[in-house]
């Protein structure tokens, strides 16, 4: 039998982290444990509103399946029990882990993937005026590649502040759906013009037909427009990349599949992150090796990461042992 546990955390934000859409302290997280014949695996994930998830309803959905998985629900059933999501990504992680504790190897061998031994991730500036967002990326001059949370009004003006601030660093730039076609134009240009390698989500995830119409002056990277494999045929023609995510795919199961089919339509790949632990960026680091950019700095965000989690300077990850198979 395997016994299936989960319990709803909080970890706290350093200071505030700020999109388009509002402004956060806490992080909201979902841990799963899956235990069989001495064996534990562990999964996290983060219910978003944006997707009509919330804490209490990931928790509800995910005990609904302990009596199946009891009685021999495996990963591959559990790919269709439940539709993608952040439930789905917590369990399916720990089945990753558990599944590979039991073979007495890692994850990433049972994946049949390498990861690197030290990953380049971005590091997130929060939404806010473009002297505040100066000042913070001038802080964070010692990463490499920087993300600009970007909000609508006022973009291009954030954008000259930070590159006068930071001259030498890498950019890219996320708006999380705050842009209007109307702008999308000059944004762009604001854009090729400091440099920004990646856009991210500009337009609304239901109002981006415009990107099909456009230049991209710079590559534009799908995030919320991109959930699992089923969204993969609306982003060909109107995107360059794909920003996969754990919580959107429901699991490594599907992302890794997912990194193959974007690859096969020639778009690049961006591998994600919610405000997490290290416990959620460590199976998605899995993806690291296939991508483009890496976003997985959700952790460097905490006032505090669990223990075992990944060690980060200067913008570099590299592993801590807190997810990933081998005997336990």
Known sequence: MTKLEVFAEQFAIAGTFTISRGSKTVADVVR?????????????????????????????AIEALAPAIA??????????ALAPGAARNAIDCAFWELEAKL??????????VSVPESIVTAYTISLGTPEAMATAARAAVAYPLLKLKLG?????????????????ARLVVDANEAWVPD????????????????VEQPLPAGDDAALADVEHLVPICADESAHGLDTLGTLVGRYDAINI??????????ALDLVRAAKAKNLKIMVG??????????????????ADWCD???????????????KFADGVMRAGGIWGGRPA
């Open 71 to 80: 009685i021999g629900l495996d990963r591959t059933g559990l790919q269709t």
């Open 103 to 112: 073979a007495g190897v890692s994850v990433a061998a049972l994946a049949g």
């Open 245 to 254: 995510k754990l919580d959107k795919t429901g699991g490594l199961t599907e």
């Open 183 to 198: 702008d999308l134009v000059a944004n762009l240009l604001a854009c090729r013009a400091v440099g920004i390698e990646l």
């Open 296 to 310: 997985l700095d959700g952790a460097l965000l905490l006032a505090a990461d669990r223990p075992g989690g990944f």
């Open 152 to 168: 609508g009004a006022g973009d291009r003006e954030r954008l000259a502040a930070v590159r006068a601030a930071v001259p030498q």
């Open 273 to 290: 992150c919610m405000v997490a632990t290290s416990l959620s960026m460590a199976p998605a680091a899995l993806l690291a090796g296939q």
């Open 32 to 60: 799963v444990t899956l235990t069989r014949d001495g064996q534990v695996g562990q999964g996290e994930c983060v219910p978003y509103a944006r997707y009509g998830e919330s804490v209490s309803q990931t928790v509800a």
